[in-house]
């Protein structure tokens, strides 16, 4: 299993960027996808979840109404778009697959929020 995240960078608030996760050496039209993030100090925590059809995405409730998740099952992608940025969303953002029972993740890519 491979995730490679990307889009991260330097963004000022009220401003979007948009996070890949390109994955590999598993099916993944078959599995939830995960967005987590983890900020300086502090555990890392679920952003959103996307079932293998691309249905029924769940969010953190500090991110609804903001971050949209969605997937690619054709370019085995996930993606999570991030509108209205706020200094506070500042973290690693990470791509995650639990696959027989184990937890796979990216090495994340980071987005920072600020003026």
């Known amino acids: 299993v491979q995730l490679v995240e990307s889009g991260g960078g330097l963004v000022q608030p009220g401003g979007s960027l948009r996070l890949s996760c390109a994955a590999s050496g598993f099916t993944f039209s078959s599995f939830n996808m995960k967005w987590y993030r983890q900020a300086p100090g502090k555990e890392r925590e679920l952003v959103a979840i996307i079932a293998p059809a691309g249905t029924s995405p769940t969010y953190a409730d500090s991110m609804k109404g903001r971050f949209t998740i969605s997937r690619d099952n054709t370019k085995n992608t996930v993606y999570l778009q991030m509108n209205s940025l706020k200094p506070e969303d500042t973290a690693g953002y990470y791509c995650?697959?639990?696959?027989?029972?184990?937890?796979?993740w990216g090495r994340g890519t980071q987005v920072t929020v600020s003026s």
């Open positions: 995650n697959v639990r696959k027989g029972g184990l937890d796979y």
